[in-house]
Structure formats: C-alpha cells, structure tokens
Antibody, heavy 120, light 108 residues
Framework: EVQLVESGGGLVQPGGSLRLSCEGS????????MNWVRQAPGKGLEWLSY????????QYGDSVKGRFIVSRDNVKNSLFLHLSNLRDDDTAVYYC?????????????WGQGTLVSVSS | EIVLTQSPGTLSLSPGERATLSCRAS???????LAWYQQKPGQAPRLLIY???YRPAGIPDRFSGSGSGTDFILTISRLEPEDFAVYYC?????????FGQGTKVEIK
C-alpha cells in the first residue's frame, strides 16, 4: 500500500523558516517524481513545487519561487520542502503528492498533510 | 498560467441523482492532461480521473470524465451518500500546474 507521511509543520513567526518532510513507503520512492501542494484554511489547492525522481530537476510556483526549496533523499525515501521568509499567507496544510513516473507531471497518491501556521 | 474555472460553485442534489460538473480552461489542453480530485472534510484529495477519461483502480464506474480542448466535464451518474464532497479539476499540461477553485456537491 502506497503511503506518504508528512511531518515538520507547526507554528512559526513571519520571516521564519521551517523544513517539511515526507516519507514514502509501499513503493519504490526513487522511481517517482514528487510534488508539494498546499491548501490554505477553507480555500482551494495550490501546486507549489516538483522534483524529478533523480532530483536533477525542480520547478516552483511563482508564489514560492526563491523562498521554498524542494529536495529529496532517495536512500531515506524522503522528500523535503525548506520554507523560508514565511508570510502570513503561507499558512496552510502542506501535502506531498506522488508523480506516477520518474519525470511525470501527472500525480496520483497524496499524503494526509502537515499544517503550517505563520503568525506572530 | 492556465486558469481553470469550475462551475457551478455549489451543486445541491439528492442521492440517486446525476451530477454534472464543469471545468473550463483558459487555454487549450491539447494533450488532455486534466485530472479530477474528490476531497472530503479533513481529508486529502483523492484522484478520481486522469487524462480526462481514465479512472484509477478502485474508483467506481459511476464517475466518468469527458471533454477536450478547453471544456471538460465530470459526471457522477447516480450520487451515493459518500459522494457529497468538493471536487477539483487540475491541469498538468503546462507549468505551473493549476487547480480549479472547486465545486461543492451538497445534499439537497
């Protein structure tokens, strides 16, 4: 069974930093691209970032480009998102989402999410 | 950026009725790279349809997708109680990948 488990969320002050993690199991993590998607409270879904299976290529949405960095450790079956210079409007549930293949933009499985709250 | 506009915002129907949800793209998705997700309160989204038409394993056949170009439809042939939820379309044809704003299917 494919499982994605996010962690690392919490309360952080504006301007602060945080690192989110996502551990995958039940599949060969190193063969799949991965994404981060977020959802602000009561709002819709926003795609944030993408990383290929090898980690060689990354992409970002405009709202987080230059502030968030995606990375992965295929030995530890883990995906990371480093969030910096956080703003109030970064408050959201952050989901990791599996791509269906090594460099595919199509996604299938989602984790349950981790909540990031940005507030002073 | 491709903007996806979903309509209606809310659909009020009774169990057993047919639901028709629309997703319109601001640019043509010639490669048909469009998906539909279902989200229930407090849960992560679940993939229902990919590449406009295809259902992943385990998705009931009462869910179907259609459309091409800029206009896409998700149809739920007969609503079951567990189908009342919010539905999102997403395009993965061009970056940034974008989602529609969602359609809430509520019990009438």
């Amino acid at each position: 069974e494919v499982q994605l488990v996010e962690s690392g969320g919490g309360l952080v002050q504006p301007g602060g930093s945080l690192r989110l993690s996502c551990e995958g199991s039940g599949f060969t993590f190193s063969l799949h691209a991965m994404n981060w998607v977020r959802q602000a409270p009561g709002k819709g879904l926003e795609w944030l970032s993408y990383i290929t299976a090898s980690g060689a290529a990354t992409q970002y949405g405009d709202s987080v480009k230059g502030r968030f960095i995606v990375s992965r450790d295929n030995v530890k079956n883990s995906l990371f998102l480093h969030l910096s210079n956080l703003r109030d409007d970064d408050t959201a549930v952050y989901y990791c989402v599996r791509g269906v293949a090594a460099d595919s933009w199509r996604a299938d499985y989602w984790g349950q999410g981790t909540l990031v709250s940005v507030s002073s | 950026e491709i903007v996806l506009t979903q309509s209606p915002g809310t659909l009020s129907l009774s169990p057993g009725e047919r639901a028709t949800l629309s997703c319109r793209a601001s640019q043509s998705l010639g490669d048909n790279y469009l998906a539909w997700y279902q989200q229930k309160p407090g849960q992560a989204p679940r993939l229902l349809i990919y590449d406009v038409f295809y259902r992943p394993a385990g998705i009931p056949d009462r869910f179907s997708g259609s459309g091409s170009g800029t206009d896409f439809i998700l149809t739920i042939s007969r609503l079951e109680p567990e189908d009342f939820a919010v539905y999102y379309c997403q395009q993965y044809s061009r970056s940034p990948r974008t989602f529609g704003q969602g359609t809430k299917v509520e019990i009438k």
